[in-house]
């Protein structure tokens, strides 16, 4: 993992990505802080309950691959931000997408946001690049 975008990241990041991305959604759960809050295609999941069902439910949905493309993290807030390709059987494929990470004090998913990548950085522009 050392020349992988994730490199730099911290723990849970990486672990979240690689794990949801292999398909142990399960253990991917382990990442997430009791109370975490995800948004994802404008919808938002309250708690691992909700979390673990959206997860089961979009893997269910779609086949699908991620390929991690750049990260950023620090700076605004706090948040680490994983840019992904998604490529797979769901409406508008190939897709970028920001995966955006705040971690709680126990270094667990607070909360993930997933949006449109904004090539033009938008509110994020001024996160550094995770160095490997």
Avoid: K
Wanted: a negative charge; charged letters at 25%.
């Amino acid at each position: 993992m050392a020349n992988s975008p994730l490199a730099g990241c911290p723990d849970a990041v990486r672990a979240y990505m690689r794990l949801t991305t292999g398909g142990d959604r399960a253990a991917a759960m382990v990442c997430f802080a009791e109370a975490a809050h995800v948004t994802d295609d404008g919808r938002d999941y309250q708690g691992t309950g909700e979390i673990r069902r959206w997860l089961d439910r979009v893997a269910g949905e779609y086949t699908y691959t991620v390929t991690p493309l750049s990260a950023r993290a620090g700076g605004v807030a706090g948040w680490t931000v994983v840019t992904c390709r998604l490529e797979g059987t769901f409406p508008g494929s190939p897709v970028d997408l920001d995966y955006r990470f705040d971690l709680d004090d126990a270094e667990r998913i607070a909360r993930l946001e997933i949006v449109a990548h904004d090539p033009h950085g938008g509110r994020l522009s001024r996160v550094p690049l995770v160095s490997p």
